[in-house]
């Protein structure tokens, strides 16, 4: 079975640190770009973060930027997102997904899912004190 799956959310307090992975099973992660989105409760899905196939090119949204850094685990076939210094904002379902084709990566590299392969059902993380 092709599926992806999130792992690693919970509940935390501001400051604090959370690491999301992203497992994929029946298929190997090399040949796809990875992206991570969020939903906070009554707010659009939106852009956190996106690595290529290559490794060679990424995207964080402005609200990340200096705080997240996305990777890739080709021996362990994961894309983990360690977050430090969490903040309330950053509550909301974290998804990952993952496409293949070069449609795709422009837009997911530019923080957008378009025509995204396959996605994880998501975790919660919620930063509250």
């Known amino acids: 079975q092709l599926q992806l799956v999130e792992s690693g959310g919970g509940l935390v307090q501001p400051g604090g640190s959370l690491r999301l992975s992203c497992a994929a099973s029946?298929?190997?992660?090399?040949?796809?770009?990875i992206g991570w989105f969020r939903q906070a409760p009554g707010k659009e899905r939106e852009g956190v973060s996106c690595i290529s196939s290559s490794a060679g090119s990424t995207y964080y949204a402005d609200s990340v930027k200096g705080r997240f850094t996305i990777s890739s685990d080709n021996a362990k076939n994961t894309v983990p997102l360690p977050m430090p210094s969490l903040k309330p904002a950053d509550t909301a379902v974290y998804y990952c997904?993952?496409?293949?084709?070069?449609?795709?990566?422009?837009?997911?590299?530019?923080?957008?899912?378009?025509?995204?392969?396959?996605w994880g059902k998501g975790t919660l993380v919620t930063v509250s004190s």
């Open positions: 029946g298929f190997t992660l090399d040949y796809y770009h």
């Open positions: 997904a993952a496409g293949r084709s070069l449609y795709s990566s422009t837009y997911c590299l530019a923080g957008y899912a378009v025509d995204m392969d396959f």
